[in-house]
């Protein structure tokens, strides 16, 4: 499921940003569409997460 149910607006591309904050799930965003739907999406903690830094 990649793009907008109601007017098929992909979704890897963000319309307008309303919020995004941080839970134990991992990051979630929600933004609203060019058609005005508002959709929330979850991204893990896990993916692309930086887990050493170099002293
Ligand atoms: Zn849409």
Redesign the pocket.
């Known amino acids: 499921m990649d793009e907008?149910p109601?007017?098929?607006?992909p979704q890897s591309k963000i319309y307008e940003l309303l919020s995004r904050h941080l839970t134990s799930e991992g990051v979630v965003t929600y933004t609203r569409?060019?058609?005005?739907?508002v959709q929330m999406r979850v991204q893990p903690f896990d993916a692309g997460r930086v887990v050493t830094v170099g002293d």
């Open positions: 907008c109601r007017c098929g607006w569409c060019a058609c005005g739907a």
